[in-house]
């Protein structure tokens, strides 16, 4: 890739203090240069997560499974017994205990896999950790149906009489708002074996069905092709490195790769319509068995939301529209292209600012950039962010998952998993990583087992704060034009990844969900022909549709989420408000911010996020987020495109 301009290093140096300090930290680090296509063997071991605060090998993963299974038929003792107060606290003591083990179980394998993605050994183990949850809910079942079934004042009596039971409140009141969903309790059986996932009490790590399983292991078993890299040299295209080759200065290459992926895709086109058609349908399904009228609405009341947020964010986007097609027709002026394709995309608009960036400088500019979020979110990140801890799984390699994420359990530190390839992009994907990490931990240090788990619409908001406040910093440490214009393009394409193409995917999981409870069959052509003509809609005229660019679908594993990526779109509206917040008021914005994030799921979501100054039930905050697009893109505007002389 292009290096960076002399200047540019201003943008990464902070005091000579600081750098030596950082320097002696970090200076028996070896040295890595990242490669998608190599073994695992070959990543240092320092760069690997430690996944012993779970287990220390996957026999103890088998003892820790055996002696669970052992222990859930103690359950079904307390059946029918938990109107009594000591009952109904030993029971709930219990369940969440079991819960909380088979947790560890169900992380350690999901994390096993997600290195080892065709190894059948790690597979099983993820099936067998399953399979050990299903249990633990399955002989759990009646506690929900007693507890509906129990009058107010009896409730209120038991934790009057135990105060031991308080964690639980939350959880009960929860249980309590959905009473009318509840079916008989053969249906509830019936329902519970087919592994139903809109009645998970708590979901600290969603348990995938068997069509996102299906899917993932298809995209793991298809054979990507080779393509040539900017020095004409064969290199194989991986999900892995497909984001790197689709933003190559180099014309040919991006276009060969993002061609080659969506050729490979449509070869594949009906399996792969086959596992989302089968995941719709399951959603579907359960959504209808307990009388929602749509999907949609019942995945959003699972976290005690209304679809009005939802169509809120669809609709307020859809108004500012013609701010994205803006966007796309500047990216065509300034790369001097006849047409728009989606591999102009993703391509700097500055060339000669983007540089590598180094894990080594990356750990220290985002340490540097979340500053403003004070001293006790300063330290445990930086515990975090230091590879020798064990939190991260830092590089790619051959078999392991595409992607990034931030995974919890309740009780040790969270873990990050990244495929970090040194670009300035992926120091960004480590902030916004480690925004999930450090709000799981805020909220296990402050809240019950119980209460700890976030809900789906705060999970995106921590790591979009972070992003939001790394990308100003960088703004703010640089005076060169073009390197400035560089990070407020970088900006533009945050918010239109993020905000936009969040956006248009939660339109597309939508109307994929209307058209499967319309009975519309949900085929690969059908697939293709309502996401060619969202992209179509959302990039506007001066944008041109590739043949297979309605094939982009099918390799998001987040449309087997459960209506999950419109909460991205929220999340950095409501991330760029914080940050706002943050830099205008000091303190007394962090701690309100810091509140939310300890408080897990302790009060109801949208309260939670009141509390630190941000209401999604209006547009103002999606309104706020496309002000400071639309600000950013005039700044740049005036940076980039000259004036047309005078004739």
């Given at each position: 890739m292009p290096k960076f301009s002399r200047l540019f290093v201003l943008l990464?140096?902070?005091?000579?203090?600081?750098?030596?300090?950082?320097?002696?930290?970090?200076?028996?680090?070896?040295?890595?240069?990242?490669?998608?296509?190599a073994p695992r063997s070959a990543?240092?071991?320092?760069?690997?997560?430690?996944?012993?605060?779970?287990?220390?090998?996957?026999?103890?993963?088998?003892?820790?499974?055996?002696?669970?299974?052992?222990?859930?038929?103690?359950?079904?003792?307390?059946?029918?017994?938990?109107?009594?107060?000591?009952?109904?606290?030993?029971?709930?003591?219990?369940?969440?205990?079991?819960?909380?083990?088979?947790?560890?179980?169900?992380?350690?394998?999901?994390?096993?896999?997600?290195?080892?993605?065709?190894?059948?050994?790690?597979a099983a183990l993820g099936q067998r950790g399953l399979a050990a949850m299903d249990e633990v809910m399955r002989a759990a079942g009646f506690i929900r149906r007693e507890l509906l079934a129990a009058p107010a004042p009896v409730l209120e009596s038991a934790y009057a009489a135990r105060p031991g039971l308080a964690p639980y409140r939350a959880y009960i009141d929860?249980?309590?708002?959905r009473a009318s969903r509840v079916l008989t309790p053969d249906a509830e059986r019936a329902l519970a074996l087919?592994?139903?996932?809109?009645?998970?009490?708590?979901?600290?790590?969603?348990?995938?069905?068997?069509?996102?399983e299906a899917h993932g292991k298809l995209l793991a078993d298809l054979p990507w092709p080779k393509i040539k890299d900017a020095d004409?040299?064969?290199?194989?295209?991986?999900?892995?490195?497909?984001?790197?080759?689709?933003?190559?200065?180099?014309?040919?290459?991006?276009?060969?790769?993002?061609?080659?992926?969506?050729?490979?895709?449509?070869?594949?086109?009906?399996?792969?319509?086959?596992?989302?058609?089968?995941?719709?349908?399951?959603?579907?399904a359960y959504a209808r068995a307990r009388g929602y009228d749509t999907a949609l609405a019942a995945y959003l009341d699972k976290d005690n939301l209304s679809p009005a947020v939802y169509e809120n964010l669809?609709?307020?986007?859809?108004?500012?529209?013609?701010?994205?097609?803006?966007?796309?027709?500047?990216?065509?002026?300034?790369?001097?292209?006849?047409?728009?394709?989606?591999?102009?995309?993703y391509i700097p608009l500055v060339p000669g600012v983007a540089k590598d960036v180094p894990f080594a400088e990356a750990r220290r500019t985002v340490?540097?950039?979340?500053?403003?979020?004070?001293?006790?979110?300063?330290?445990?990140?930086?515990e975090g962010l230091d590879p020798r801890n064990g939190w991260i799984d830092l590089y790619p390699h051959k078999d392991k998952e595409s992607g990034a994420f931030s995974s919890s359990v309740y009780g040790p530190h969270p873990w990050v998993f990244i495929n970090y390839q040194d670009s300035l992009d992926d120091m960004s994907t480590l902030a916004h990583e480690f925004g999930h990490a450090l709000h799981s931990y805020l909220a296990m240090k402050a809240q019950s087992y119980p209460n700890f788990h976030y809900?789906?619409?705060?999970?995106?908001?921590?790591?979009?704060?972070?992003?939001?406040?790394?990308?100003?910093?960088?703004?703010?440490?640089?005076?060169?034009?073009?390197?400035?214009?560089?990070?407020?393009?970088?900006?533009?394409?945050?918010?239109?990844?993020?905000?936009?193409?969040?956006?248009?995917?939660?339109?597309?999981?939508?109307?994929?969900?209307?058209?499967?409870e319309a009975g519309t069959p949900i085929t690969a052509a059908l697939l293709d022909e309502q996401y060619a003509g969202l992209a179509r809609r959302y990039y506007g005229p001066s944008y041109t549709l590739g043949p297979d660019d309605g094939m982009e679908w099918a390799y998001i594993e987040h449309f087997f989420y459960k209506y999950y990526v419109y909460s991205y779109a929220t999340g950095l509206a409501s991330g760029i408000a914080i940050a706002d917040r943050v830099r205008a008021q000091g303190e007394p914005a962090v701690q309100a911010y810091l509140g939310m994030l300890k408080g897990g799921c302790s009060k109801p979501p949208l309260e939670l996020l009141k509390g630190a100054g941000v209401d999604l039930t209006t547009p103002a905050p999606i309104e706020s987020a496309m002000k400071t697009f639309a600000r950013t893109l005039e700044e740049v505007e005036k940076l980039l495109v000259k004036p047309e002389s005078p004739k």
């Open positions: 990464f140096l902070l005091s000579a203090a600081a750098l030596a300090v950082a320097a002696t930290a970090g200076a028996d680090l070896p040295a890595i240069t990242p490669d998608a296509n990543i240092p071991d320092v760069y690997k997560w430690d996944l012993s605060p779970l287990f220390a090998s996957d026999s103890a993963f088998e003892q820790a499974r055996v002696k669970l299974l052992a222990e859930v038929p103690a359950l079904r003792e307390y059946q029918g017994k938990l109107a009594d107060p000591a009952a109904l606290s030993g029971c709930l003591d219990l369940y969440f205990r079991l819960h909380r083990e088979a947790n560890f179980l169900t992380l350690y394998a999901t994390m096993r896999q997600s290195t080892a993605q065709t190894d059948d050994a790690a929860n249980l309590r708002r087919l592994g139903d996932n809109l009645w998970a009490e708590i979901d600290l790590n969603e348990l995938p069905s068997g069509y996102e004409d040299q064969d290199v194989q295209l991986t999900l892995s490195n497909y984001s790197r080759f689709r933003a190559s200065p180099n014309a040919e290459v991006r276009r060969a790769a993002v061609t080659a992926l969506f050729a490979t895709l449509r070869q594949y086109q009906h399996a792969l319509a086959a596992t989302l058609a089968g995941q719709v349908k399951l959603d579907v669809v609709r307020t986007i859809n108004a500012n529209l013609p701010l994205l097609h803006r966007y796309i027709e500047l990216r065509k002026k300034v790369l001097g292209l006849s047409a728009v394709h989606l591999y102009d995309l340490a540097e950039a979340l500053k403003p979020l004070g001293a006790e979110y300063g330290k445990v990140l930086a809900t789906t619409i705060l999970a995106e908001i921590a790591s979009t704060c972070n992003e939001s406040l790394l990308s100003d910093y960088l703004v703010a440490h640089t005076q060169d034009p073009a390197e400035r214009a560089y990070l407020l393009v970088a900006r533009l394409e945050s918010i239109r990844t993020t905000i936009f193409r969040q956006t248009m995917f939660a339109e597309f999981e939508r109307t994929v969900h209307q058209l499967q």
